[in-house]
């Protein structure tokens, strides 16, 4: 379990990226966290993971974020968003999937375990043609679906996935959704992203930041009565329609005041 307790993110401009959050995230449940550009999607999901300062508590297993080192927090988490290093271009996807696995290497090299489960991991995420590609080589889709693969490669107890549909086509994200639902269970996984209906095709519980600040959470199909926040959180008309018993948001691409 995660939980974080008034967690407050301020970059040095001073601008405030998350403002008093409390949350509880729980084994074997997905959480979306939804909002806006600039509603603290990205700070909040880093903060958890240890990748930039904050106030506040998060504990996770019982050790605060803050005061734990980065190799212990490393076997516990795996956080993904986008290739921050150039240098991490040239490599192999076989070896960024390799050097994913380095938190949990018993020395400076890789071990036959290590490379079993990159094998294994390569043909999950249908990867296995391009293992010997670099990744300077790869289409952007193609290039999601390895982060992906390198933060699943440490087989986590708790995954964050920064907009794990990011440059993916339909059936890229109709892939993600379904290997995230799967991989969930015993885990905990935590994922923003700005697409709403992959957010509610994908996840059991929402999150929507604004501002820095949770304004509404719940489960999924809980979220009819609340249309009029969504509404003026996004500044444009969504639509939330039940079939078979579960709730799709359908944006309408018309500005509300």
């Known amino acids: ?16 990226a998350v403002d008093g959050v409390d949350i509880v995230l729980r084994e074997g449940v997905v959480t979306g966290v939804i909002g806006p ?4 999607k990205s700070s909040l999901l880093k903060a958890i993971a240890g990748l930039i300062q904050y106030n506040g508590l998060v504990y996770i297993d019982g050790y605060e974020v803050s005061r734990t080192p980065y190799r212990v927090l490393a076997r516990l988490i795996s956080y993904t968003s986008s290739i921050s290093v150039p240098e991490m271009l040239s490599y192999t996807v076989y070896e960024a999937l ?3 696995r380095y938190p949990l290497s018993r020395g400076f090299f890789e071990t036959s375990e290590d490379e079993a489960i990159v094998e294994r991991i390569l043909v999950e995420t249908g990867l296995e043609g391009l293992a010997d590609r670099r990744l300077s080589e790869l289409s952007s889709g193609e290039l999601q679906r390895v982060l992906f693969a390198m933060a699943i490669a ?3 107890r708790y995954l964050l ?3 794990p549909d990011n440059h993916l086509d339909l059936r890229g994200k109709a892939w993600v959704s379904m290997f995230i639902k799967k991989f969930s269970r015993g885990r905990v996984v935590v994922l923003s992203t700005h697409d709403l209906l992959f957010a509610f095709n994908t996840v059991d519980y929402i999150v929507l930041l604004d501002h820095g600040r949770i ?3 719940g489960y999924r199909d ?6 009029e926040l969504f509404e003026k959180v996004y500044g444009v008309r969504i639509l939330f329609k039940r079939d078979n018993g579960r709730v799709y948001p359908i944006p309408l691409y018309e500005i509300v005041s």
Do not use: C, T
């Not at 379990?1 to 405030?16: D, E, F, Q």
């Open 1 to 16: 379990m995660i939980r974080a307790s008034g967690l407050r993110v301020v970059y040095r401009n001073g601008v405030v």
């Open 37 to 40: 550009n600039g509603a603290g």
């Open 98 to 100: 390799l050097l994913s």
């Open 154 to 156: 440490r087989d986590p």
């Open 161 to 163: 996935l920064d907009e």
């Open 215 to 217: 304004v509404y959470s």
């Open 222 to 227: 809980d979220v009819l009565g609340a249309s």
